[in-house]
């Protein structure tokens, strides 16, 4: 068996219109080797429409892709080697789970005994053991996927490509199947390209990731940058919970952001590459969870006084909602059987102003 | 981008096939119809219509066409809707049985059906008996027509009712129960939501019917009655390359079926933005039927089947019996017969001619026709829905004018090069041709077979298998063509068994005894030997059987999508 290694992957201005939509505009992005990547959108983004394209299912209008720095544009499917788990998994009913899974290495011309040596293997890694002569209608969901996983693995590619491998399962298998692909990941060492629309997939499994939205990347970045310093709204949106709203730049305190917000003047941490000029409109998003209720007295920069107008709990913490002025924030405390938030009571809130994020205030400048 | 070139040339191949065996001809026949040895000219066309033969015959032809239609709508329409919405015991036999009057070709029922209208027939003889005739009635010699209507109207309508059958499974029954919630009552709800709803399936079976009885060959030679128009082309064979006057009846045919043709296609367009609204919401559920309803409904099927057997039950009355001669039913039981048509040099090389000639043109609509539903449905180039259009051409036009076409195109063509004209000149061999002829005659069911398979079959499993590496060719081997097998193979079957009982080309073309398929083979006994008719009979009924084992086959194999094959 030859040593696997990993590819990288890159796309280049790859453009893409079905009729007059435009399902991708300008993507670029680079997957190193060995990598676990994301790419995360609502759906309709053309996160799909770019996994295909990759796999050259699909042909872009414009821009190109690498994969070890060799143009593959002009390669048809079959020739590219990024076998793929399809969203359906797209298992052949009219072949059994072996003849399935031994597809690829018959195509490959692997010697017939060889090939069923090496299906049955990638079938016992995955779990499937026994079910080589079952057509794949005859299986459960979880475990067709598996069977379109060990399908894909068992040519040794150097990348694999999924396309929401774990939407059609139940939410308990999904969390199964995460853990799994994380495992497998590592041990095998390839590089996984992963498209999805659940940020907590992507947020827990990715190395990095791409934010897709409208045919555009948004940005691209690990987990914890973009979910923490994320470059512009539609990315705090669609990470996790945020607190937005409008303020104006007005100057700069060594690697801070000086902003006039509705609560006075505050320091923020632009994002990356973000320097307004003074007296520029700007956002300033802070995740709920980096609101923090104050003991005393407010004073001093990042604070602001307010009333609560709800709190609900989820378990181990509290949604709380403060309105101060015209603004309405969302908090999200630690449950504490002590600490009692009934509606009315007015309080103090501070942002650390690392957790305060200052990002561009127009689409237009955020896509860049 | 890489350049498709496989793609291209197997494109190519089946737009030069069409062109040369169905387009050419049409033109050539076309051109001949305008022109003489002096240049063009319109004198031959204004003939048709100077010729009061040729108008009584246009008249006989149209009536015919026109009243086949109307009783096969008539017959059809209740029958597809007892079959789409009510359940009773027996629903399966009897809708297997329904397809039963399609294993005979009318010309061979009507060998049958003479011997119970003729003036001395069993028809004549049983109201005699009963005493409510006092003197023998020649049926046939009263009204000519008639017998040819009755025959072709039992013989075509399953083709109606299998489109009606399938328009009515497609319509959303959510339609018509929102119909009934507000109020409107059963025979409304039919009449002002099923049936429009239904349209382009009824219309599209109108269609075929009429282009199909329009031009039938076989059933009024059988007859004698000369005063159609297929009949009086028949006759014109023998001028094809003297005289335009046979070519101009035929444009004049090809006019008329393609008119009724594409009247059919416009109606169904104009109706079809109604019948795709919506997508089922509710899984069809069928009514039972009471027990005096299943009664009823047993009993009408019952009458329809009996009537439509008859002419099945003639023949093989007439194959297995010595004498039918005044009397209600034959008699002098004899194998005698089937010893005969086996026997016979000419039947048996008749019977390896057609089984040969129909694998011939089996095999090529499943190369072609496979190859245009995937150029339609998973090729993604323009022009694939022009290829499309030519392979459904053969709908609208008759048999007769194909053949007619080919003696014109391809008779004393290639005179220096032997070898070429020993294949493709008809007069010399016309094997190759007959096969063609078949094939392109029965291109339209192959297409629809393997269109409505190939968009059952999910496009991801082809992309699986080329993400996996397996090449274009590789693909369709493995994965798509073992995925719509099942259509493929029913779509072959029929072709099959079509072709062998293809009626107005075989007569047309094959000239010389050894060149005879099955089809012209019976016509021959019919008019020759002693007892010839009885042979000819014993013929049919091998032909019968064969035809109903292949229908039964295909339908096991495409169960209920069976109604998609005969869609215009």
């Given at each position: 068996m030859k040593e696997t290694v990993a590819s990288s992957i890159e796309a280049k201005n790859l453009a893409k219109r079905f009729g007059s939509v435009?399902?991708?505009?300008?993507v670029s992005f680079d997957v190193k080797a060995g990598e676990m990547f994301f790419l995360l959108g609502?759906?309709?983004?053309?996160k799909t429409t770019l996994l295909r394209i990759l796999a050259g299912l699909e042909t872009a209008d414009s821009g190109t892709v690498l994969i070890n720095g060799r143009?593959?544009?002009?390669?048809p499917a079959h020739e590219r080697g990024l076998p793929m788990v399809f969203q359906n998994y797209a298992l052949w009913p009219h072949l059994t789970v072996l003849e399935n899974v031994a597809f690829g290495l018959r195509e490959r011309r692997v010697p017939r005994d060889e090939a069923v040596r090496r299906a049955r293997e990638a079938l016992e890694k995955v779990d499937l053991a026994g079910r080589e002569d079952r057509k794949p209608g005859q299986l459960s969901g979880g475990q067709q996927q598996r069977v379109a996983l060990a399908r894909a693995l068992v040519l040794n590619p150097a990348a694999v490509l999924l396309d929401e491998p774990l939407s059609n399962l139940d939410a308990k298998l999904r969390v199964e199947m995460r853990e799994y692909l994380a495992r497998l990941h590592a041990s095998s060492g390839i590089t996984f390209v992963y498209v999805t629309h659940d940020q907590v997939e992507a947020l827990s499994l990715a190395d990095r990731m791409a934010v897709m939205s409208a045919g555009r990347i948004m940005a691209v970045g690990s987990p914890a940058a973009l979910y923490h310093r994320p470059p512009n709204a539609f990315c705090a949106g669609f990470l996790g919970e945020a607190n937005i709203f409008p303020a104006r730049a007005v100057g700069r305190d060594g690697a801070w952001l000086v902003v006039e917000t509705h609560a006075g003047r505050w320091s923020a941490a632009p994002a990356e590459g973000f320097d307004p000029p003074s007296g520029a409109e700007v956002l300033l998003m802070v995740r709920p969870e980096n609101v923090r209720p104050l003991s005393g007295s407010p004073a001093g920069a990042n604070v602001f006084k307010g009333r609560v107008v709800s709190a609900r709990m989820n378990g181990s913490t509290l949604t709380v909602l403060v309105a101060t002025g015209e603004t309405t924030w969302k908090a999200t405390v630690l449950s504490d059987p002590l600490a009692e938030w009934r509606e009315g009571r007015e309080c103090g809130w501070m942002v650390d102003r690392a957790h305060a994020v200052a990002m561009p205030a127009s689409e237009k400048e955020a896509a860049r | 981008m890489r350049i498709p070139v496989g793609r291209i040339a197997a494109a190519g191949a089946v737009a030069a096939f069409l062109s040369i065996f169905l387009l050419w001809p049409l033109a050539h026949v076309a051109v001949r119809a305008a022109s003489d040895a002096h240049g063009p000219t319109l004198f031959y066309l204004k003939g048709v219509f100077a010729n009061p033969v040729h108008l009584e015959a246009a008249l006989n032809s149209f009536r015919i066409a026109c009243w086949v239609t109307a009783m096969c709508a008539l017959v059809s329409l209740p029958l597809a809707w007892l079959f789409a919405s009510r359940s009773f015991a027996g629903k399966s036999l009897l809708a297997g049985l329904?397809?039963?009057?399609?294993?005979?070709?009318p010309f061979v029922s009507a060998v049958g059906i003479k011997m119970v209208l003729a003036r001395e027939g069993s028809l004549s003889i049983l109201l005699m008996r009963l005493g409510l005739a006092d003197a023998p009635v020649d049926w046939l010699g009263a009204c000519p027509l008639l017998g040819i209507v009755a025959l072709e109207v039992l013989h075509l309508f399953p083709i109606m009712y299998l489109n009606l059958a399938a328009a009515l499974a497609n319509i959303d029954p959510s339609l018509e129960e929102a119909a009934a919630n507000l109020g409107a009552g059963p025979w409304s709800v039919f009449r002002r939501i099923t049936l429009p709803l239904a349209g382009p399936g009824l219309f599209a079976g109108m269609a075929l019917v009429f282009v199909w009885s329009f031009t039938e060959l076989g059933t009024p030679l059988v007859f004698g009655v000369r005063r159609v128009l297929p009949v009086l082309i028949y006759d014109k064979v023998g001028e094809v390359g003297t005289n335009p006057a046979g070519y101009a009846l035929v444009v004049f045919v090809l006019a008329i079926s393609a008119g009724g043709f594409w009247t059919g296609k416009a109606l169904t367009r104009r109706s079809r933005e109604v019948a795709t609204l919506?997508?089922?919401?509710v899984s069809r559920q069928e009514k039972r039927l009471s027990a005096l309803g299943s009664i009823a409904a047993w009993l009408g099927v019952g009458l329809l089947l009996v009537l439509a057997i008859i002419p099945h039950f003639s023949v093989i009355g007439l194959a297995f019996n010595r004498k039918w001669f005044l009397s209600v039913l034959p008699h002098g039981p004899t194998l005698e017969f089937f010893g005969r048509a086996v026997d016979n040099p000419l039947t048996r090389s008749a019977m390896l001619n057609s089984l040969g000639l129909s694998l011939a043109a089996t095999v090529l609509d499943m190369l072609v026709g496979f190859g245009i539903a995937w150029f339609c449905v998973r090729g993604r180039f323009r022009g694939a829905d022009l290829l499309d259009a030519l392979a459904m051409l053969p709908l609208a036009v008759p048999g007769l004018v194909i053949a007619f076409g080919y003696l014109g195109c391809f008779g004393g063509l290639f005179r220096e090069t032997p070898f070429l004209s020993g294949i493709l000149d008809p007069r010399r061999n016309p094997m190759f041709l007959l096969a063609v002829s078949y094939s392109i005659r029965r291109l339209p069911y192959m297409v629809r077979a393997a269109h409505a398979g190939l968009e059952q079959v999910s496009r991801t499993y082809e992309e699986a298998a080329a993400n996996l590496g397996a090449s274009p060719i590789r693909v369709i081997r493995r994965v798509t063509i073992p995925l719509l097998g099942a259509n493929l193979v029913a779509g072959g079957i029929l072709c099959f068994a079509f072709s062998m009982l293809e009626v107005s080309d075989s007569l047309i073309l094959a000239q010389v005894e050894e060149h005879y398929p099955l089809t012209k083979a019976i016509y021959t006994l019919m008019e020759s030997l002693e007892n010839g008719t009885n042979v000819a009979a014993a013929l049919g009924v091998w032909a019968m059987a064969f035809l109903g084992a292949a229908l039964l086959w295909a339908a096991a194999l495409m169960g209920r999508r069976m109604g998609q094959m005969f869609r215009a």
């Amino acid at each position: 068996m030859k040593e696997t290694v990993a590819s990288s992957i890159e796309a280049k201005n790859l453009a893409k219109r079905f009729g007059s939509v435009a399902a991708l505009a300008d993507v670029s992005f680079d997957v190193k080797a060995g990598e676990m990547f994301f790419l995360l959108g609502p759906s309709g983004c053309g996160k799909t429409t770019l996994l295909r394209i990759l796999a050259g299912l699909e042909t872009a209008d414009s821009g190109t892709v690498l994969i070890n720095g060799r143009d593959v544009r002009d390669l048809p499917a079959h020739e590219r080697g990024l076998p793929m788990v399809f969203q359906n998994y797209a298992l052949w009913p009219h072949l059994t789970v072996l003849e399935n899974v031994a597809f690829g290495l018959r195509e490959r011309r692997v010697p017939r005994d060889e090939a069923v040596r090496r299906a049955r293997e990638a079938l016992e890694k995955v779990d499937l053991a026994g079910r080589e002569d079952r057509k794949p209608g005859q299986l459960s969901g979880g475990q067709q996927q598996r069977v379109a996983l060990a399908r894909a693995l068992v040519l040794n590619p150097a990348a694999v490509l999924l396309d929401e491998p774990l939407s059609n399962l139940d939410a308990k298998l999904r969390v199964e199947m995460r853990e799994y692909l994380a495992r497998l990941h590592a041990s095998s060492g390839i590089t996984f390209v992963y498209v999805t629309h659940d940020q907590v997939e992507a947020l827990s499994l990715a190395d990095r990731m791409a934010v897709m939205s409208a045919g555009r990347i948004m940005a691209v970045g690990s987990p914890a940058a973009l979910y923490h310093r994320p470059p512009n709204a539609f990315c705090a949106g669609f990470l996790g919970e945020a607190n937005i709203f409008p303020a104006r730049a007005v100057g700069r305190d060594g690697a801070w952001l000086v902003v006039e917000t509705h609560a006075g003047r505050w320091s923020a941490a632009p994002a990356e590459g973000f320097d307004p000029p003074s007296g520029a409109e700007v956002l300033l998003m802070v995740r709920p969870e980096n609101v923090r209720p104050l003991s005393g007295s407010p004073a001093g920069a990042n604070v602001f006084k307010g009333r609560v107008v709800s709190a609900r709990m989820n378990g181990s913490t509290l949604t709380v909602l403060v309105a101060t002025g015209e603004t309405t924030w969302k908090a999200t405390v630690l449950s504490d059987p002590l600490a009692e938030w009934r509606e009315g009571r007015e309080c103090g809130w501070m942002v650390d102003r690392a957790h305060a994020v200052a990002m561009p205030a127009s689409e237009k400048e955020a896509a860049r | 981008m890489r350049i498709p070139v496989g793609r291209i040339a197997a494109a190519g191949a089946v737009a030069a096939f069409l062109s040369i065996f169905l387009l050419w001809p049409l033109a050539h026949v076309a051109v001949r119809a305008a022109s003489d040895a002096h240049g063009p000219t319109l004198f031959y066309l204004k003939g048709v219509f100077a010729n009061p033969v040729h108008l009584e015959a246009a008249l006989n032809s149209f009536r015919i066409a026109c009243w086949v239609t109307a009783m096969c709508a008539l017959v059809s329409l209740p029958l597809a809707w007892l079959f789409a919405s009510r359940s009773f015991a027996g629903k399966s036999l009897l809708a297997g049985l329904l397809l039963t009057p399609m294993i005979l070709p009318p010309f061979v029922s009507a060998v049958g059906i003479k011997m119970v209208l003729a003036r001395e027939g069993s028809l004549s003889i049983l109201l005699m008996r009963l005493g409510l005739a006092d003197a023998p009635v020649d049926w046939l010699g009263a009204c000519p027509l008639l017998g040819i209507v009755a025959l072709e109207v039992l013989h075509l309508f399953p083709i109606m009712y299998l489109n009606l059958a399938a328009a009515l499974a497609n319509i959303d029954p959510s339609l018509e129960e929102a119909a009934a919630n507000l109020g409107a009552g059963p025979w409304s709800v039919f009449r002002r939501i099923t049936l429009p709803l239904a349209g382009p399936g009824l219309f599209a079976g109108m269609a075929l019917v009429f282009v199909w009885s329009f031009t039938e060959l076989g059933t009024p030679l059988v007859f004698g009655v000369r005063r159609v128009l297929p009949v009086l082309i028949y006759d014109k064979v023998g001028e094809v390359g003297t005289n335009p006057a046979g070519y101009a009846l035929v444009v004049f045919v090809l006019a008329i079926s393609a008119g009724g043709f594409w009247t059919g296609k416009a109606l169904t367009r104009r109706s079809r933005e109604v019948a795709t609204l919506g997508r089922m919401s509710v899984s069809r559920q069928e009514k039972r039927l009471s027990a005096l309803g299943s009664i009823a409904a047993w009993l009408g099927v019952g009458l329809l089947l009996v009537l439509a057997i008859i002419p099945h039950f003639s023949v093989i009355g007439l194959a297995f019996n010595r004498k039918w001669f005044l009397s209600v039913l034959p008699h002098g039981p004899t194998l005698e017969f089937f010893g005969r048509a086996v026997d016979n040099p000419l039947t048996r090389s008749a019977m390896l001619n057609s089984l040969g000639l129909s694998l011939a043109a089996t095999v090529l609509d499943m190369l072609v026709g496979f190859g245009i539903a995937w150029f339609c449905v998973r090729g993604r180039f323009r022009g694939a829905d022009l290829l499309d259009a030519l392979a459904m051409l053969p709908l609208a036009v008759p048999g007769l004018v194909i053949a007619f076409g080919y003696l014109g195109c391809f008779g004393g063509l290639f005179r220096e090069t032997p070898f070429l004209s020993g294949i493709l000149d008809p007069r010399r061999n016309p094997m190759f041709l007959l096969a063609v002829s078949y094939s392109i005659r029965r291109l339209p069911y192959m297409v629809r077979a393997a269109h409505a398979g190939l968009e059952q079959v999910s496009r991801t499993y082809e992309e699986a298998a080329a993400n996996l590496g397996a090449s274009p060719i590789r693909v369709i081997r493995r994965v798509t063509i073992p995925l719509l097998g099942a259509n493929l193979v029913a779509g072959g079957i029929l072709c099959f068994a079509f072709s062998m009982l293809e009626v107005s080309d075989s007569l047309i073309l094959a000239q010389v005894e050894e060149h005879y398929p099955l089809t012209k083979a019976i016509y021959t006994l019919m008019e020759s030997l002693e007892n010839g008719t009885n042979v000819a009979a014993a013929l049919g009924v091998w032909a019968m059987a064969f035809l109903g084992a292949a229908l039964l086959w295909a339908a096991a194999l495409m169960g209920r999508r069976m109604g998609q094959m005969f869609r215009a």
